[in-house]
T-cell receptor
Framework: DAGITQSPRHKVTETGTPVTLRCHQT?????MYWYRQDPGHGLRLIHY???????DKGEVSDGYSVSRSKTEDFLLTLESATSSQTSVYFC?????????????FGEGSRLTVL | DAKTTQPNSMESNEEEPVHLPCNHS???????IHWYRQLPSQGPEYVIH???SNVNNRMASLAIAEDRKSSTLILHRATLRDAAVYYC?????????????FGTGTRLTIIP
């Protein structure tokens, strides 16, 4: 268990409303990631962070922003949610850098935008 | 990023070995081959990884072709708990920054 918790686990919202998903880790790891998973697409990287206030875009970053003001928290924000952002969102961390670099994933946050 | 190709689905009988293939013909010399699996309603979990040599761990074995253009994940004795989607991924060695690109994977069904 890499000590990752995501919140909320489930959320239903309406188009145009802002939404923030939180990823919290307890083990002080440097790298954190947000992925989304949709049928037929596998997992796609949205944004990642390599330290406090250090973030970068992934493959599908349009419509999303992130913030990392503390090592333990990585926030994903949808400024104005759209139905195309209905998805399951996974946070991940790297527990060890270098050759192994395995990712540990949270349990996911299911977001429905009506 | 180099791409991988996997069958969409496979079936196997319980307690028999399972060989999950992956083609990665455009792999570069520094790409590591990683496998993850995703159980129903859970996030993906790491299974195994390798560069050139075959690898074994408590979960599975990874057989890598000599030209590295393909690999096979081997589950030696499948159980019902191994039913999952298995992802074969190429990772560029980049210290700590694991921007893995997941495809759609192989859905493995275990028949009791």
């Amino acid at each position: 268990d890499a000590g990752i918790t995501q919140s909320p686990r489930h959320k239903v919202t309406e188009t145009g409303t802002p939404v923030t998903l939180r990823c919290h880790q307890t083990e002080n790891h440097r790298y954190m990631y947000w992925y989304r998973q949709d049928p037929g697409h596998g997992l796609r990287l949205i944004h990642y962070s390599y330290g406090v206030k250090d973030t970068d875009k992934g493959e599908v970053s349009d419509g999303y922003s992130v913030s990392r003001s503390k090592t333990e928290d990585f926030l994903l924000t949808l400024e104005s949610a759209t139905s195309s952002q209905t998805s399951v969102y996974f946070c991940a961390i790297t527990t060890r850098a270098g050759e192994t670099g395995e990712l540990f994933f949270g349990e996911g946050s299911r977001l429905t935008v009506l | 990023d180099a791409k991988t190709t996997q069958p969409n689905s496979m079936e196997s009988n319980e307690e028999e070995p399972v060989h999950l293939p992956c083609n990665h013909s455009t792999i570069s010399g520094t790409d590591y081959i990683h496998w993850y699996r995703q159980l129903p309603s859970q996030g993906p979990e790491y299974v195994i990884h390798g560069l050139t040599s075959n690898v074994n761990n408590r979960m599975a074995s990874l057989a890598i072709a000599e030209d590295r253009k393909s690999s096979t994940l081997i589950l030696h004795r499948a159980t019902l708990r191994d039913a999952a989607v298995y992802y074969c991924i190429l990772r560029v060695a980049n210290f700590g920054n694991e921007k893995l690109t997941f495809g759609t994977g192989t859905r493995l069904t275990i028949i009791p």
